[in-house]
C-alpha cells in the first residue's frame, strides 16, 4: 500500500518536472524565434528574394511536370 503511494506521488512529481520543463523550453525556443526575426531587415531579404526569382532560367519546366 505504502508502496504503492510512494510509486503513484513519484510518478504525479516526474511527470509534472516534465511538463513544465517542456513548457520552458518552448516558452525559451519562441522567445528566440521572435527575437531572430525582429533583428532581420526584412527590405534586404525581400529584395535579394525578387531578384533570384526573377534571374531564374525561362526554360526551366513548371513545377509537377513529369
Known sequence: MIFALITGALSRAIDYSDSLLSDRYTHYVSVRVM???????????????????SSAPASRPPIGWP
Not at 526575426?37 to 526569382?53: G, Q
Open 35 to 53: 527575437r531572430q526575426a525582429a533583428r532581420l531587415d526584412l527590405t534586404t531579404y525581400e529584395t535579394l528574394t525578387s531578384t533570384t526569382a
